[in-house]
Structure formats: structure tokens, C-alpha cells
């Protein structure tokens, strides 16, 4: 019954988790960049919002604001990359490690805690159980992951998201069709970064305050989500707006597993090398797949070289 109890909550993180792990999926799908911002940016989104609320901000214009914010963190990352020439795992390490200094100036201190019974939060831990459907913390969330599917789905299919699928696909063919590969590469930057912030954002509400640590390792969970969804869903999922939705599939499974190592009572020391050792066997498995269980094709009539 612990268990059981536990998995309403499980859900609800994994939904959370969902909307930056697509945010992970445009840079390391789409535009084809291990983007190491997100570490930083994740707790950028969960800091501005929660400091935006205690001043006196309404909710949506916090959340508002930090998403903005992750936009930013996506902008300096694209110029590192683009208009400094800097590899782009070394851009969002190098604005990974500013945002540490940003994050604790915009909070003052390390933590940050707000407390739901005198700030009118969107999501909370409260919000999991006896409470209308409507204020349910898995329903808002799950509302949130499709509109944001939804809008991304449409973005990617105008003329400016095409250019970006390309950019990532191959940017010298798409440079020489007359895309600006540099332009769409800081957009897609961006575009990732604020979806991490925003689900920063959703986070800190959730969980009750932001904390300097609250990103750390995010990049690896977002993998995961994204290598989960991919091996369990891809033969089934070719639609662009269905592979961005197993991405949120893989991170409500990740977080379920989670959930299971923790109530088999495995040392909490040990959880960030279970999630690395998951992301690499699922990393591992397309490689196994085609190196060991592929039989080899083999060419039938006509002459070789004919």
C-alpha cells in the first residue's frame, strides 16, 4: 500500500519532468546538440518563479517570466556556440556554470521555500489527492504537456520549425538551400531552454520552494525520458507529435521505476548511478540490437558490380 500511495505522486513528478525532457529531446533530437544548459536553467525557471510569487506576482505571469528567463539561458547559450564558434557541449557547460552565480543572486540564498497555504500555487504536493479533478496536480500538468505538444507540433511544421528539423538534420544541405543555420540553431536553443524553465517552473511549486541544486543531473533524467520513450515506443510512434509524446510516456516510466527502487529500500546514495546505469542501457540497446540480433541481409540473384 506504500507503493500504491506513492504512484499518484510518482505521476505527477514524471509529468513534470516531461515538459523539460522534451525540451532535452528538441536539442538532442531535433537539432542533433547535447545542450548541458539545462542543468542550470532548470532551477533558473523553479528560482524567478517562486521569487516572482513571494514579491506578489500573480502565478501565470511567474511561470510567465521564468519561461522567459530559460529563453535567455538558451540565447547566451546559441551566441557561445553560433557567434563565438564555441563546441556547443562546452556553450551549455559554460552557461551551466553562470547560472549558478544568476540562480543564487536571484534568490539570495541557496533555498527558497514558499508555503501553499498563503501563495495560490498551480501545482502542489497537497494537490495530489482529495481535491477537484480540476486543481489535480496530474490533470494540470498532463493539460500542460499537451498544449505544449500541441504548439510545438504546429511551430515544427511552419517554415521557420522546418528549417530547424533540417538544420539538425544536416546543416551543410540546409545552408546551401538558404537557411541560416546559425539563427535556427540559437532558436532551437532557446525554444529547449524554456521548456526546461518552465518545468522548473511547475517543480519548485510543486515540491514548495527552489533550492541551487534542484537542476543538477537533469540533463540525465531528460535522457532518459527520451532513450526509455524511444526504445519502448518508436516502432509505434512516427508522428512527430507522437514521438515528443513518448518522450513524456518515458519520463512518467522513469520516474515510476523510481518510485519502485525506492520503496525496495535501496540506498538513496546510489539512485544517480542507478539513473546513469538506466540511461546507458537503453543507450546500448539499438546498438545490441543491430550488432547481435539483426541477421545480416543477404543479396539475391543478379550479378555483383553488374
Known amino acids: ?14 509529468l513534470i519532468w516531461a515538459i523539460m525532457a522534451i525540451g532535452v529531446y528538441i536539442t538532442y533530437r531535433v537539432l542533433d546538440i547535447a545542450d548541458l544548459t539545462v542543468d542550470g536553467t532548470l532551477c533558473t525557471g523553479g528560482a524567478v518563479c517562486i521569487m516572482c510569487m513571494l514579491a506578489g506576482c500573480n502565478v501565470w505571469v511567474s511561470i ?11 540565447f547566451v547559450t546559441g551566441i557561445f556556440h553560433t557567434f563565438m564558434g564555441i563546441q556547443p557541449i562546452l556553450a551549455g557547460i559554460l552557461t551551466q556554470l553562470a547560472l549558478w552565480s544568476v540562480n543564487l543572486k536571484i534568490m539570495g540564498k541557496a533555498n527558497q521555500a514558499i508555503n501553499v497555504n498563503q501563495y495560490d500555487l498551480l501545482v502542489s504536493l497537497r494537490y495530489i489527492k482529495d ?12 493539460i500542460f504537456v499537451v498544449v505544449v505538444i500541441a504548439i510545438l507540433y504546429w511551430f515544427f511544421g511552419t517554415e521557420l520549425g522546418c528549417g530547424i528539423r533540417a538544420t ?3 546543416a551543410n544541405m540546409a545552408r546551401a538551400q538558404g537557411i541560416n543555420t546559425s539563427l535556427n540553431k540559437v532558436i532551437g536553443l ?9 518545468s522548473g517552473a511547475l517543480l519548485a511549486q510543486y515540491q514548495g520552494f ?11 533524467i531528460g535522457l532518459a525520458a527520451v532513450i526509455i520513450g524511444e526504445a519502448l ?3 509505434v510512434f512516427h508522428n512527430f507529435a507522437l514521438k515528443m509524446f513518448s518522450v513524456a510516456v518515458g519520463s512518467v516510466i522513469y520516474y515510476l521505476v523510481y518510485q519502485v527502487v525506492i520503496w525496495l529500500k535501496v540506498d538513496t546514495d546510489l539512485l544517480k548511478a542507478f539513473s546513469a546505469v538506466v540511461v546507458a542501457i537503453f543507450l546500448a540497446i539499438p546498438y545490441w540490437k543491430s550488432r547481435y540480433f539483426t541477421k545480416p541481409t543477404v543479396a539475391k540473384g543478379g550479378k555483383p558490380n553488374a
Not at 510567465?64 to 538558451?74: H, I, R, S, V
Not at 481535491?131 to 498532463?142: H, K, M, S
Not at 532557446?190 to 518552465?198: P, R
Request: net charge positive; glycine share 14%.
Open 1 to 14: 500500500m506504500t507503493l500504491v500511495n506513492a504512484l499518484p505522486g510518482a505521476v505527477a513528478q514524471g
Open 64 to 74: 510567465l517570466a521564468a519561461t522567459g528567463a530559460g529563453l535567455l539561458a538558451g
Open 131 to 142: 481535491v477537484p479533478f480540476y486543481q489535480n496536480t496530474i490533470f494540470v500538468v498532463a
Open 168 to 170: 539538425g538534420c544536416n
Open 190 to 198: 532557446m525554444i529547449s531552454n524554456g521548456l526546461v524553465a518552465l
Open 210 to 220: 527552489a533550492d541551487i541544486n534542484m537542476g543538477r543531473g537533469s540533463i540525465v
Open 233 to 235: 515506443l518508436s516502432r
